[in-house]
């Protein structure tokens, strides 16, 4: 098997930085809590209701949490109030939900049970809610093993093929979800609506007019899973289901997609901070208890940071992909995460027309499978020099195709040679999977049969990207993550720690804060 002969100590000083820049977030991690983890405390022991307003649907769970902030009582956590709300109504979780946003029921003006009485109450609420998704993630394992999986984290089975799905109505996501699969995809991505990351609330039910892609809801969730299973039945094969876990209310997409079974969450430490202009803070809280959710279900993230390469330029900035992945990994460990959970992501993304771009190419992907030898890494596609030229799209997927089974990549999300002109249709997608199918099968045993030149062109841009990613973070390191950020350490974007959406989302937790979820978990 083909390996790059890498510093090793390097990269350990390199995942020595990494902690240590991480470790000071962990502290405010620790004493911080935000409007999205505490709404998704609610949806975990079973509030999911909406109240019609003016003609639009609001979560049960964001009318509640939006009265106890304004009430300033927020910081000791909802479950201090719900679980003796609870206790006083004698309502399910459900019922009092369903009062308290029709504003039938106040929580605050309800007697107040003994603290110990409360405290109890809410771990039987959480301990309720673990075991719920540890019986969802243990059907859906069984389902797995039942039919064929392709899935391998360290790709040894060859990359999966992962293709999106972006009509923006669910049910007709479905039909093109299923015409994938019968083409030969092993993974569906349904993308969500454009800018949906930017609301501070999951909208519900199935829906039909997305636009750009499809809102991410528990009912559409619902919806896409149940065809994938019975698709996956009728082929004989596993299919695996993706949603995207970021923006505003990550912790809470992390607890629907628990429940609905979810196999790849994209998730991300700080995408949203950079590429969403979300409030630092409130992105790297809420990236912690979802992590602990997705943790718990054993579903795989996806990070990012292959987004870097689409603003900077990726010749150069190569460096800034690997550090990044060095502090997602940190984050997902702290967070309780195992290797094999950690789908890190890197991309195509250098000019077609750069001398030897496919030795580049190679070593940075050789790189990463070599640095993260147990981690599901996910490849994604060249799209920053697409146009309207098809032939030559079609022909960058093909040579993409071929760098990710050379080098032993996990997760190929496939690219589509229209991607530049239009949403893929069913046939641009057919197209697409053929190609993958083609090279894939052709060259499935050509990185057992191959070796890298010492101190070859491949090895020595391998190792200039690891030299530069260990002064990127030694850079970091001196700054704090914040300060780094606000100078653009990652793909020329500026931000500051309380600027951003979401910023008034964050609370500093009471000294009484109560939310057994984080122990549990």
Not at 63 to 73: F, H, N, P
Not at 315 to 342: R, Y
Request: aromatic share 8%; with cysteine.
């Amino acid at each position: 098997m083909a390996h790059l002969r890498l510093d090793q100590p390097l990269v350990e000083k390199c995942r020595e930085f990494a902690r240590d820049i991480v470790q000071p977030i962990e502290q405010l991690i620790d004493t911080h809590t935000t409007v999205a983890i505490e709404r998704a405390t609610l949806r975990l022991i079973g509030v999911d209701g909406a109240i019609q307003s003016n003609g639009q649907w609001v979560p049960q769970v964001n009318l509640i949490i939006e009265d106890l902030r304004r009430q300033g009582v927020l910081g000791s956590g909802v479950l201090t109030w719900f679980a003796n709300g609870l206790i006083q109504t004698k309502m399910t979780a459900a019922e009092l939900g369903e009062a308290v946003a029709n504003q039938k029921v106040k929580l605050t003006e309800l007697p107040q049970a003994p603290e110990a009485e409360v405290r109890a109450r809410a771990l039987s609420l959480a301990q309720g809610a673990r075991t719920y998704l540890i019986q969802q993630r243990d059907a859906r394992d069984s389902l797995r093993a039942e039919l064929k999986d392709q899935f391998d984290p360290q790709g040894k089975n060859g990359p999966i093929l992962y293709v999106i799905v972006a009509t923006g109505n669910i049910f007709e996501d479905v039909i093109q979800a299923k015409a994938a699969a019968q083409a030969g995809a092993d993974a569906i991505a349904v993308i969500r609506s454009t800018a949906q990351s930017l609301l501070d609330f999951v909208p519900h039910g199935a829906t039909t007019e997305g636009f750009g892609g499809t809102y991410a809801t528990q009912e559409n969730f619902r919806i896409m899973r149940r065809a994938l299973d019975e698709e996956g039945k009728r082929l004989g094969r596993y299919l695996r289901l993706t949603n995207y876990c970021s923006g505003l209310c990550m912790p809470e997409i992390a607890a629907l997609g628990a429940m609905e079974k979810l196999d790849f969450l994209l998730n991300d430490a700080m995408y949203g901070i950079l590429f969403r202009d979300i409030n630092m803070k409130r992105t790297l809280i809420d990236q912690h208890f979802s992590r602990k959710i997705i943790a718990l279900s054993r579903i795989v993230i996806h990070t990012g940071e292959d987004n870097y390469l689409t603003t900077a330029d990726a010749v150069e900035n190569g460096h800034q992909v690997l550090a990044s992945q060095f502090i997602n990994e940190c984050f997902a460990k702290h967070a309780g995460m195992t290797e094999d959970l950690m789908g890190l992501g890197h991309a195509q993304e250098m000019d077609p027309e750069h001398p030897d771009v496919f030795l580049l190419e190679i070593a940075r992907a050789q790189m990463t499978r070599d640095i993260f030898p147990n981690a599901p890494i996910k490849f994604m596609p060249p799209t920053r020099f697409k146009c309207g030229d098809i032939f030559y799209s079609h022909l960058m997927d093909a040579m993409f195709n071929w760098v990710g089974v050379v080098t032993g990549q996990t997760i190929q999300l496939l690219g589509m040679a229209t991607e530049a002109m239009h949403t893929p249709l069913l046939q641009d997608r057919w197209m697409s999977i053929k190609n993958a199918k083609y090279i894939f099968n052709g060259a499935k045993s050509l990185r057992r049969e191959i070796e890298f030149k010492p101190n070859g062109i491949i090895e020595n841009w391998a190792s200039k990207v690891l030299k530069d990613t260990y002064e990127h973070l030694s850079i970091i390191h001196k700054k704090g993550l914040f300060r780094a950020i606000q100078e653009r350490a990652f793909a020329e974007v500026s931000r500051t720690e309380t600027g951003g959406k979401g910023h008034d989302g964050v609370l500093l937790k009471d000294s009484n804060y109560l939310n057994p979820f984080f122990e549990l978990l």
